[in-house]
């Protein structure tokens, strides 16, 4: 797989999928770009065809519209292979129609009908299709197809199947406690799962700077030691590029993905919400950025399609909605009756995994130890952030009288952002306590010394864009893709993590202790 | 065979059904390495492999709905609460989640989700839940609690190939404390299924758990009074077994329901309500129930004795209804 | 003071322990929280530290041993105690009980040999219920419904069970006396009665034929009298040796359970006196032949007295009452009820408006109501709404009665024999006839001293006939 670069956040590259050399650089060919037009168009028309019924009071409960977010929805659901599993939220309509949903699903859904693919039991998007398209129904809590989406692929690699997981939360939905518990659950058992986190500004009313205290949400794939990709959410050839890259590269076994992909919720939470609490401006800025004219210009200027193109899939479109639309108004309601079914699967299915590995593989040597496989014992490593945070003035104090004579070598020197040179306070931070700035065996060390985990060797904050660079620049992927997972089924466990794995002392395979039980210190029951 | 302890049935009942069926996982915190917290699952990893035993963080929601998720492509996982008290963090997932998947579109869920409940081990409120009810109450689960080790085995096994999701109580007072010997060959329990543990004339004892030996005892002591209790095992909750409670209701026209379920909202309202529903002509007595206080459960002996349904208080009640 | 050392509880589900080693042996001496020994349980094994400080006295469970949890493997006793002794547990003594004190207790109740009555009994202030209020006649005590039976107006408690049963044999449970709890009707009893062809829902009884051997007890009561006719005694009880059993006729029936009932609702107080009868039997004497010839009707005492008993209740009309709640009811009428001893039972027809009525009229009336009490050609009116009632028990012998007032009536007057009798009359003995009267009156409206009154004027009517018989 050739390496490319990707544009991502901080001006930083990311290792992305291959891509030819001509322009048409997302990997596509014409018509899957026209498809891209094709899917953000429906979405749009199906939205505003529900606008229309709904007030004509003909969708039952509420109407959500993704006006705006169309790029994000499709862009992402194009980067998947058929037999991939998704689990769209409410605002992921395009995706939806881009895994091949036919609008008349959605027309149903929302007007209750009895064909309707839940036959009227749920509404909104809330449907699902396990066997054909892989969709994940939503339920109404937020955050909770994470771990689920999360489980399908842990599950699927049980079963051998090569597929990769994908869902969409919000901002909102990111403060939810499901979603701090799935990614967690995703990144210990290395999930094959692309998390697309929609940050669309708000939450209902409650803005991002409201919401959370980050203001990229990317930043929190590192609170599980997980990739995070910041991704302009109106721009489809960057959220398909970015995507596909984080699908390649969890299909092959690097994780989960966490990409933010930024945009603007153009309408209210709903249609009964107006929205009054949106800065106009803010509406302004984003609309001078909507995705479709976006594209459509792209479309022109590279000359994938004329004015004659356009207006045909155009029309396409519109009578695929108008069709449907009546499907749907003309549907009959759910009997009564219906109510009291369902409750239990007793032999309406017939539940068979998809093997697509041999079950004979299964049969594992024993002999697992007892003793997990810690390589470092939480040995303390300070790490240096970027912005200090503030020094209390009993620590400013005692290092302070050393700092004013640190002499700072020049590795340390350029480590600084900005160039500028360190305060006491800033200096400070970094002498670990007890080591003195003239010692030299100190000083040595410090050059020598990386402050990331176990990889390429640079520091977390570097950002050096005044120099230039001498290789690659730095991955933003920063975990070393040693690929683990590569050949699970037949080692025991301490062989078969990755090579970071392999590092710290006395952890040669074959010397784990093989006791059957774990002794507790002396006098302490510990949990039981 | 040996006499087997009710916990190691239920491992047995693990590994069999493990090995059975591949589609069968297991997942659940501290299960893998150190087997379980109670060793329900000790060796499962060593045979098995970390790929179908899997070590899980502290996150119920988290380990719940990735088996939610994994139940959807077809694989039958088993999740380990470490106490089923850990259940309420994960209450959405369950209700929301896991029991309405098939009723609203269609998806089964055939999870099972199983832990150590109940009290009487001095476990404090945290540790010694009964909170079987929340999820009698939730349309789309199936509520699962026995008393012996047979039942457990066999209850296990059903509820691992039932398509739908089902919780499985443990009695964490009857893990080691009771034996039997067990048959050799493959064999299950029916869901649904309640079963008379001692045939009575006098008055009918409903129960489950714990408290079935409680009550088996209390039905000694009252026979040497001349009452002859006739004790039903109720062993699933959902759904319950209608039939041989109303069988029985109709054998010996009065019915006392124990339980170690708080009073209020426990499964003997319910039932009661069912029997004056559909046997209310063939009562000689109104219902009676002996349940545990409607407190938390406390910690110390004295407070969790009395909290408890007790031997005596069983008999008492009985004899009160039998002279009605 | 020494210190048990107990097997404790590694987990919640375990129950016992192994002990594995001792760390100390006894004579050692040992810090608290100093690992003593170690055990070995199905989850873990583990030190166990020690819980005082002190010297190890005495092992209780040896190495290997298997115990179950709480229980003492072992004794340390505090520092210079003797470890040679084998000191029992007694030397640390747990702490007295607090000495019993009488100080404060109440008086406590008497000895028992003591006799009861010497014993001042403090009933709890009982609090009155509030009068009845005349409206409502709806009686207090609410019953189960016995819904559908043939009774109608009683209702008896029982169950649902029982009353499926009894509806599908067709048998009136309120004619069955219960067992269960508060007098309910339950299973058994129901079961009994099917068992045992039991009683039907008839009117009528049905006399047994032979009599029950010794051992069987008959079914219960089949009569339509109800729950007032209680028995004291269970049932089982009264059978015994040889009996007969013979069922109560309606009409017995219907004076059992007006006699108890209004015993219960009257409070009975009886006065006597003594009213010297010579001129009117001397008169009755000398007119009788005459009367009969004349009216066609026959002079017996009788007329005499309810006149005499008319002016009674002219100057005294409170005696001439009925009681509704808080109500007196006065009668302007007088109905007196004559009581008829019957063959077959009792009747007590009524003269109304005996006011209105001379002497002749009353004659006529008591003979002829008599007459057709006996033939059973009385009308119902004709036995119902008296005020007053005389009752003569007098002529089966014996001094006088104390009979039982006719609900709602307040006083009923007994007439005892007429006899001739020593009396003493200024100072000298004469032979009189003499006869005794008296009356039963309800203390809740009549006095004492009305009804001596009362008593007093119809003594002196008596004593006093001035009226012409014909």
Request: charged share 25%; net charge neutral; hydrophobic share 40%.
């Amino acid at each position: 797989m050739n390496e490319v670069l990707i544009e991502g956040r901080n001006g930083v590259t990311a290792v992305g999928a291959e891509v030819p050399s001509n322009a048409r650089a997302e990997g596509l060919t014409k018509d899957q770009q026209l498809n891209l037009y094709y899917f953000m168009k429906l979405n749009r028309e199906v939205e505003a065809a529900m606008e229309r019924l709904f007030k004509q009071n003909k969708i039952v409960g509420g109407l959500y519209a993704s006006l705006g977010q169309e790029a994000i929805s499709v862009g992402t659901a194009s980067a998947l292979s058929p037999g991939d599993w998704v689990a769209p939220m409410i605002r992921n309509i395009g995706a939806l129609l881009t895994r091949g949903v036919p609008p008349r699903d959605i027309f149903t859904q929302h007007m209750a009908r009895y064909t309707s693919p839940t036959k009227g039991k749920d509404g909104t998007s809330h449907f699902g299709d396990l066997k054909g398209r892989h969709i994940v129904s939503p339920i109404s809590m937020l955050g909770d197809l994470i771990p689920v989406m999360a489980g399908v692929g842990i599950g699927a690699r049980y079963l051998g199947q090569k597929i990769v997981t994908m869902t969409w939360i919000g901002d909102g939905g990111s403060s939810t406690g499901a979603f701090h518990e799935g990614l967690m659950f995703a990144a210990m058992h290395h999930a094959p799962m692309v998390l697309i986190v929609e940050n669309n500004q708000w939450a209902y009313s409650t803005p991002v700077n409201r919401q959370t205290g980050v203001r990229d949400l990317a930043d929190r794939a590192q609170g599980y030691g997980i990739e995070g990709v910041i991704v302009d959410g109106n721009d489809i050839r960057e959220v398909y590029r970015v995507t596909k890259a984080a699908v390649d590269r969890a299909r092959s076994g690097g994780g989960p993905v966490l990409i933010e992909a930024k945009t603007m919720r153009m309408r209210g939470h709903a249609q009964h919400d107006s929205a009054d609490y949106v800065p106009k401006e803010m509406l302004a800025y984003w609309k001078e950025r909507d995705p479709l004219p976006r594209y459509e210009k792209y479309l022109t200027e590279s000359g994938l399609w004329d004015a004659r193109k356009k207006a045909e899939i155009d029309a396409r479109i519109e009578r695929l909605v108008r069709e449907d639309r009546e499907f749907a108004e003309n549907s009959p309601f759910p009997p009564p009756g219906l109510a009291e079914e369902g409750v239990y699967c007793d032999g309406c299915h017939t539940i068979e995994a998809e093997w697509k590995r041999d079950k004979g593989q299964l049969a594992l040597a024993g002999g697992y130890p007892a003793v997990h496989q810690v390589q470092d014992y939480g040995e303390i490593r300070i790490k240096v952030a970027a912005s200090a945070p503030a020094v209390t003035p009993a620590v400013a104090a005692a290092v302070t009288a050393r700092a004013e004579d640190l002499e700072l070598s020049e590795e340390m020197m350029a480590a600084v952002p900005n160039g500028k040179v360190p305060t006491a306070e800033e200096t400070a931070l970094r002498v670990p306590f007890g080591r003195g700035p003239k010692d030299k065996a100190f000083r040595d060390e410090q050059a020598a010394k990386t402050y990331s985990r176990g990889g390429s060797g640079k520091t977390y904050h570097q950002n050096k864009p005044s120099q230039p660079p001498s290789k690659l620049p730095p991955k933003v992927f920063t975990k070393p893709f040693t690929k683990p997972f590569t050949k699970p089924f037949n080692k025991p466990v301490h062989q078969q993590q990755g090579a970071s794995f392999q590092k710290g002392p006395n952890q040669k395979p074959g010397n784990a202790p093989r006791k059957n039980f774990v002794k507790h210190p002396a006098g302490k029951p510990g949990r039981t | 065979m040996a006499q087997v302890t009710m916990l190691e049935a239920i491992r047995q009942a693990m590994f069999e059904e493990m090995e059975r069926d591949p589609a069968v996982v297991a997942v659940g915190e501290d299960i893998g390495v150190y087997g379980g917290a109670f060793k329900v699952t000790e060796g499962l990893l060593a045979k098995f492999g970390p790929e179908r035993v899997m070590d899980a963080p502290i996150a119920e929601t988290g380990i719940v709905g990735a088996a939610c998720g994994m139940s959807f492509l077809g694989l039958r996982p088993v999740v380990e609460m470490q106490f089923i008290d850990f259940i309420a963090c994960c209450f959405n997932q369950v209700t929301n989640f896991v029991a309405k998947s098939h009723y609203l579109w269609g998806a089964p869920v055939p999870m099972v989700i199983r832990g150590p409940s109940g009290g009487g081990v001095h476990g404090g409120p945290f540790h010694s839940a009964n909170p079987e009810m929340y999820f009698v109450h939730t349309p789309g689960l199936k509520v699962v609690y026995p008393s012996t080790a047979y039942d457990a085995k066999g209850l296990l096994k059903s509820a691992i190939r039932d398509n739908n999701p089902v919780l499985f109580f443990e009695h964490k007072y009857l893990y080691r404390r009771i034996k039997e010997e067990l048959p050799a060959e493959d064999y299950t329990v029916p869901i649904g299924k309640a079963i008379v543990r001692r045939e009575g004339s006098d008055l009918t004892i409903l129960t489950y758990a714990a408290l079935t030996h409680t009550v088996l005892e209390a039905a000694d002591e009252l026979a040497k009074e001349g009452i002859e209790a006739e004790v039903v095992d109720l062993r699933t909750l959902l759904p319950l077994d209608r039939e041989t409670i109303l069988t029985s209701v109709k054998k010996t026209n009065r019915l006392l329901v124990v339980h170690e379920d708080t009073r209020t909202g426990g499964i003997a309202g319910e039932i009661a309500a069912i029997v004056c529903e559909e046997a209310f002509d063939d009562l000689d007595a109104p219902i009676a129930r002996v349940t545990a206080l409607d407190t938390p459960v406390p910690y110390s002996p004295p407070l969790e004795e009395r909290f408890l349904p007790q031997r005596s208080d069983v008999v008492a009640a009985a004899r009160k209804l039998a002279k009605y | 003071m020494s210190v048990n050392v107990i097997m404790p509880q590694m987990g919640e589900s375990i129950f016992e322990g192994t002990v594995t080693k001792w760390l100390k042996k006894p004579g050692e001496k040992i810090e608290r929280d100093e690992p003593l020994f170690e055990i070995s349980t199905d989850k873990v094994d583990a030190e166990i530290p020690s819980p005082a400080s002190g010297i190890l006295q005495e092992i209780k469970v040896g190495e290997g041993q298997t115990v179950p949890i709480q229980t003492v493997v072992g004794v340390i006793a505090a520092e210079g105690t003797a470890v040679a002794a084998p000191a029992p547990a007694t030397s640390a003594a747990p702490p007295a009980a607090p000495p019993k004190s009488t100080v404060g207790t109440p008086a406590a109740p008497a000895v028992p040999d003591a006799p009861q009555d010497e014993i001042p009994v403090q009933l709890p202030e009982k609090k009155l219920p509030p009068a009845p209020t005349p409206a409502t006649g709806a009686p207090p005590q609410a019953r189960t419904a016995s819904a559908g039976q043939g009774n109608g107006a009683e209702k008896v408690r029982s169950s649902p069970l029982v009353r499926r049963l009894a509806k599908e044999h067709s048998i009136d449970v309120a004619q069955l006396s219960g067992t269960g709890a508060g007098g309910r009707v339950s299973k058994k009893d129901i079961l009994g009665a099917i068992e045992t062809g039991g009683a039907q829902g008839a009117s009528a009884p049905r006399p047994s034929a032979a009599p029950g051997p010794a051992g069987v007890m008959p079914p219960p009561s089949g009569g339509t009298a109800t729950a007032s006719l209680e028995s004291a005694v269970p049932r089982e009880r009264m059978y015994f040796g040889h009996y007969e059993v013979q069922p109560m006729s309606v009409m017995r029936q219907k004076i059992a359970e007006h006699m108890v009932m209004s015993k219960r609702v009257s409070p009975h107080v009886y006065s006597v006196d003594e009213v010297d009868v010579t001129e009117i039997a001397k008169l009755r004497g000398k007119m009788k032949e005459k009367f009969e010839q004349t009216t066609g009707t026959k002079l017996s005492f009788m007329p005499f007295f309810v006149r005499a008993a008319i002016e009674g209740l002219r100057a005294f009309p409170t005696v001439n009452s009925s009681v509704d709640g808080t109500n007196i009811v006065l009668h302007k009428e007088c109905n007196i009820g004559i009581a008829v001893a019957l063959d077959w039972g009792l009747i007590v027809p009524v003269i109304k408006n005996a006011e209105e009525k001379n002497f002749l009229g009353i004659a006529r009336g008591i003979n002829d109501l008599a007459e057709r009490a006996r033939a059973k050609k009385l009308k119902p009116d004709e036995v119902q709404e008296s005020t007053f009632c005389i009752t003569n028990p007098g002529t089966f012998g014996g001094l006088f009665g104390l009979p039982v007032i006719s609900q709602p009536n307040v006083a009923i007057l007994g007439l005892g024999a007429i006899e001739k009798r020593p009396v003493v009359i200024d100072d000298a003995i004469a032979i009189r006839s003499m006869v005794y009267l008296t009356l039963s009156y309800d203390h809740r409206v009549v006095d004492g001293a009305v009804a001596h009154q009362f008593m007093g004027k119809i003594k002196h009517t008596l004593e006093n006939w001035t009226e012409s018989v014909l």
